[in-house]
């Protein structure tokens, strides 16, 4: 296995896996081709795939916005998991963000999605008890829930 930084050539097998990982909250504009293109542009050091031969086994989508770092995406194929895969992934954004002056960083995650927030929970990712998350569409946006 191999981790590097992700490029934009990888948005089609990237996607495939996202699109087969139970719990992964996509959409049709920040997940589409124009839109990964558009933020790997913005965050060309922090997002990385594990590749297996020829196939992306994994992939984390990483980035920030100056202040704060934020792990949009991360997934790893069915059949890999359970061999640091994940964490590995992990450990390289996290370690590119410290790179770019990042001092906190913030997942978000379905409630209803167990194994997500296991691997979450392990890594010390915690719930902030004095923050509630909101979010404002301003564009129709079609939700892919996998």
Not at 5 to 12: E, Q, S, T
Not at 86 to 102: D, F, R, W
Not at 111 to 131: A, L, M, V
């Amino acid at each position: 296995m191999q981790i590097r930084k992700m490029l934009f050539n990888d948005y089609d097998k990237v996607y495939t896996l996202w699109l087969s990982t139970p719990g992964m909250g996509l959409n049709d504009i920040d997940d589409s081709e124009t839109g990964i293109k558009k933020y790997l542009h913005r965050n060309p050091d922090t997002c990385f795939v594990a590749e297996k031969g020829n196939e992306i086994i994994g992939v984390v989508l990483s980035g920030h916005d100056g202040r704060r770092g934020l792990v949009y995406h991360m997934a790893v194929k069915a059949s890999e998991r359970k061999r640091g895969i994940a964490s590995t992934l992990l450990e390289y954004a996290i370690k590119s963000l410290q790179k770019e002056g990042i001092v906190k960083v913030y997942i978000m995650i379905f409630k209803n999605n167990e194994t997500g927030n296991g691997f979450w929970e392990k890594r010390g990712f915690t719930i902030p008890c004095e923050s509630i998350y909101r979010a404002r569409e301003i564009a129709e946006i079609k939700h892919i829930d996998t």
